[in-house]
């Protein structure tokens, strides 16, 4: 087979793969027909884990006296298959305070905002023929290669005319690329995660900075242009510390797995380990993912292990759920509860405009520990874990 790049015209027209709906950002609306089927028909095995995640979440973890902090974590393929919107509605209502999400996921984001479609297809095509005709498959999300060609020039174009340079965190990257979408392609905020969160104020951060098309047009911009700009992984890391720190009760909403979860989770021990600032691990724990315990990997760790790493509060774990489900199913579903229940709506956060005041807070905390923590060489007893 000859190669060429995949996008260049093949010998037949791609279009017959693309005759598929376009996927949309479905908005979940409070359905109080889901709601019904949350409570009263998933009762046992992981529909009844779903129920009670969807119950910790809309009664426990958004309740006004604990004025939760919480974090989404988003790994898997979830913005192809169109649960943007979920998250959009999410940020809009307030109900989450901070993204880490995959790369992929936030590139795959921008093909909405700038208007390009993906298409609902098949997972049994022909990848050969695919390829000669220039369509990208995820599963059975199908969209022509051209796609991510006009989207890798968009992120290049933004990249210079933001002139960002030096060390930046990956939230403010997503920040300035977010304030970007608002200002070009207007309106984007209601098709686009990245933008929605410059416009309510959510920050998105990525672990993995380098694994996904926004990293390698970053680093293209480098090569190419000379540019200074680069991503700080431990200005991520202090940022996520300071505000897991600053939260009055601290939860999460996993799904998938993968590199977010734990970029999420290590925070806890970044602040009683690292920094000497016991906060006592996190109140709530909600995970919706495939992952299976028995691997032995992070992904698939329950709540109960991460107990004893100090990520989660051990007198907590009635507040912690793992639904072994499909996101793509159970997150709408979760959204609906959420946003249909009585706490459905709170005052957002906004802590993109707060990072540096959160961040000085972290450090007059962490050096009043250094300044009164124990000898080096105490006894391992010494040492208090849980306040
Ligand atoms: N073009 C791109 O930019 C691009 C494309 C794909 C992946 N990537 C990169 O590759 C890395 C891996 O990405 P990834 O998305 O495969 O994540 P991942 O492999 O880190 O984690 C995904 C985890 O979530 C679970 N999971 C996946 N789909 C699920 C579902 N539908 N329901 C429940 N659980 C589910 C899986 O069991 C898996 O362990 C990331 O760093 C990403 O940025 C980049």
Redesign the pocket.
Known sequence: MPHRAPGSPGPTKPEHYLTGKAITYYRPQGSADVRQLIDGGFQAFNAGRLSEACQIFSERMLAPENDTTIGLTV???LTPAGLGGCVIELMERGLIDFIIS???NL?HDLHYALNFTLHRGSPFLDDVELYEQGIIRIYDVLFPATVLLETDSYIRDFLVRSQLSGPIPTSELHYRLGLDLLQRYPGSEEYSVVARAAKTGVPIYTS?PG???IGMNVAYHELMNGSTLMIDPNRDVNEICAIILAGKKNGCVIL????PKNFYLQGQPTLWEVYGIPKGGNDFFIQ????QVVWGGL?GATPAEAVSWGKVNPGVLPDTVVAYC???IAFPLFCEYAVGSKNGRRPRKELVRKRDQLVADLLKQAKEARENAPRIDAEPAEIDRHR
């Open positions: 790994a898997g393929a995959t790369g992929a590139y993995s694994d996904s098309s998938g797995g993968g590199s919706i993912t495939t992952d992904s499909d996101s793509t």
